[in-house]
């Protein structure tokens, strides 16, 4: 009903002030404009200034980022400056893509986690639930990072089936997103998130799509969402198990979190520093340190690797 809120104010005003301005004739049709302007979406230029810009749709969608705020997004994340950064216009919607583009919000980054390149696992179940990356929203991305993160503070690989014996994949508006899963009293993997946040889908940014792979596509509605999980289906239980045990917030981390939990492929002090947490001068595993939940008592230290060790990179990388 909000679209026919929106009528009232032109149509009654029209109503006041049209007795002297038009014939009678043209008052008897003002019901069935407002009808048409409702149903089916005439809007005429005297009512544009009246309507907001729809949030819902990704083809109303447009970004507020500021080339001052993508600058610096740029170097706090670290983006490749190869895959050539383009600032939207502030009317260019975020879908269709630009060629040989996609969008990438900035919520991506500092709310789920993820950097540039991604992580093998982001992208397996992407691939697996046949969506592109700049559909899932960000609470989604956080559950699949959240879940990574939670796997290797376990000493073990993510594993598909465990992330869907806990998340399904669900439609919401024209984004996707990874839901707990209810019913059949499956457990949370995680201790608590957040339930809203704003302002996500009108910051991004376009870049080269080279950095994804080529069978990363995009997801339409008529696809089918069956992803239901069989009677025979299985899933490392001991994993689940162990993941439930040691629940952890959903919530943005510092970069020492993302390269110890081989998330983050670049890391801002080279390949012969390590990083350390430590919490009054004891060093903390990944597993406690996830559980904390105020990241002031910690220190992000460093610790400087042998000419004789493996260049941290490689060693994140090799593992991921």
């Given at each position: 009903m909000m679209g026919l809120n929106r009528l009232i104010f032109p149509i009654n005003s029209l109503f006041t002030f049209s007795f002297s301005l038009f014939p009678l004739s043209f008052l008897s049709l003002l019901p069935s404009l407002a009808f048409s302007f409702y149903f089916y979406k005439v809007r005429p230029s005297f009512l544009l200034n009246t309507m907001a810009p729809g949030k819902d749709n990704m083809s109303e969608s447009v970004?507020?980022?500021?080339?001052?705020?993508?600058?610096k997004f740029v170097r706090d994340y670290r983006i490749p400056m190869d895959l050539r950064l383009v600032l939207p216009s502030k009317d260019e919607p975020i879908y269709p893509f630009r060629q040989g583009k996609f969008p990438l919000y900035t919520r991506v980054c500092n709310f789920a986690n993820y950097k540039i390149p991604f992580s093998r696992f982001l992208i397996r179940v992407l691939q697996f639930f046949r969506v592109?990356?700049?559909q899932v929203?960000?609470?989604?991305?956080?559950?699949?990072?959240h879940f990574e993160l939670s796997c290797r503070a376990q000493d073990r690989r993510p594993d598909l089936n465990v992330f869907r014996y806990f998340?399904?994949?669900i439609i919401t508006g024209d984004w996707y997103t990874f839901s707990h899963r209810r019913g059949g009293g499956v457990p949370y993997p995680s201790s608590e998130e957040r339930s809203s946040l704003k302002n996500w889908?009108?910051?991004?940014?376009?870049?080269d799509?080279?950095?994804l792979p080529e069978d990363l596509r995009w997801r339409?509605?008529?696809q089918s969402m069956s992803f239901d999980l069989d009677d025979d289906f299985g899933f490392d239980k001991t994993l689940a198990r162990a993941l439930v045990a040691h629940q952890s917030p959903i919530r943005p981390l510092p970069e020492h979190f993302l390269v110890l939990?081989?998330?983050?492929?670049?890391?801002?002090?080279?390949?012969?520093?390590?990083?350390?947490?430590r919490r009054k001068s004891v060093i903390m595993s990944l597993k406690d340190a996830l559980k904390v939940p105020n990241f002031d008592v910690f220190d992000f230290d460093l610790e400087d690797q042998g000419e004789d060790e493996v260049p941290l990179m490689k060693q994140v990388a090799s593992s991921a």
């Amino acid at each position: 009903m909000m679209g026919l809120n929106r009528l009232i104010f032109p149509i009654n005003s029209l109503f006041t002030f049209s007795f002297s301005l038009f014939p009678l004739s043209f008052l008897s049709l003002l019901p069935s404009l407002a009808f048409s302007f409702y149903f089916y979406k005439v809007r005429p230029s005297f009512l544009l200034n009246t309507m907001a810009p729809g949030k819902d749709n990704m083809s109303e969608s447009v970004s507020v980022l500021t080339q001052r705020q993508l600058d610096k997004f740029v170097r706090d994340y670290r983006i490749p400056m190869d895959l050539r950064l383009v600032l939207p216009s502030k009317d260019e919607p975020i879908y269709p893509f630009r060629q040989g583009k996609f969008p990438l919000y900035t919520r991506v980054c500092n709310f789920a986690n993820y950097k540039i390149p991604f992580s093998r696992f982001l992208i397996r179940v992407l691939q697996f639930f046949r969506v592109h990356i700049s559909q899932v929203n960000p609470f989604g991305l956080s559950r699949i990072s959240h879940f990574e993160l939670s796997c290797r503070a376990q000493d073990r690989r993510p594993d598909l089936n465990v992330f869907r014996y806990f998340y399904e994949f669900i439609i919401t508006g024209d984004w996707y997103t990874f839901s707990h899963r209810r019913g059949g009293g499956v457990p949370y993997p995680s201790s608590e998130e957040r339930s809203s946040l704003k302002n996500w889908k009108d910051n991004f940014f376009w870049l080269d799509d080279r950095c994804l792979p080529e069978d990363l596509r995009w997801r339409f509605k008529d696809q089918s969402m069956s992803f239901d999980l069989d009677d025979d289906f299985g899933f490392d239980k001991t994993l689940a198990r162990a993941l439930v045990a040691h629940q952890s917030p959903i919530r943005p981390l510092p970069e020492h979190f993302l390269v110890l939990g081989r998330l983050c492929f670049s890391w801002s002090h080279g390949d012969r520093k390590w990083p350390v947490i430590r919490r009054k001068s004891v060093i903390m595993s990944l597993k406690d340190a996830l559980k904390v939940p105020n990241f002031d008592v910690f220190d992000f230290d460093l610790e400087d690797q042998g000419e004789d060790e493996v260049p941290l990179m490689k060693q994140v990388a090799s593992s991921a």
